[in-house]
């Protein structure tokens, strides 16, 4: 599957935004998929994923304000994002595997490119 990210921009702390994953192709719907992010001088992240059959796992640092919400009829992920900080600027990933596991770890077959959250303080 491919996917392509957006919906990044700046926006002030506290505000939200909110992130899409489209993805391509038929097997959408049975792909586990993930949103990492990567802020500057720093490894990449897993924030929140979402298997095929709808269970989550989120970062500790995000759980409670951010939020995932998958549309197989459209092909889209959203990862809605509010009370953001300036910790939470990073270039956003989605991913996606058959496998939940792979998308867990980062080592899912797709990738899409990222998408720039900047908050500012």
């Known amino acids: 599957v491919q996917l392509q990210a957006f919906g990044g921009g700046l926006v002030q702390a506290g505000g939200s935004l909110r992130l899409s994953c489209a993805g391509s192709?038929?097997?959408?719907?049975?792909?586990?998929i993930g949103w990492y992010r990567q802020a500057p001088g720093k490894q990449r992240e897993l924030v929140a994923a979402?298997?095929?059959?709808?269970?989550?796992n989120y970062a500790d640092s995000v759980k409670g304000r951010f939020t995932l919400h998958r549309d197989n009829a459209k092909n889209i992920l959203y990862l809605h994002m509010h009370s953001l900080k300036p910790e939470d600027t990073a270039v956003y990933y989605c991913?996606?595997?058959?496998?939940?596991?792979?998308?867990?770890?980062?080592?899912?077959?797709?990738w899409g490119q990222g998408t720039l959250v900047t908050v500012s303080s």
């Open positions: 991913n996606a595997d058959e496998h939940y596991h792979a998308v867990l770890t980062g080592s899912a077959g797709s």
């Open positions: 192709g038929s097997t959408f719907a049975i792909n586990a």
């Open positions: 979402v298997s095929s059959g709808g269970s989550t």
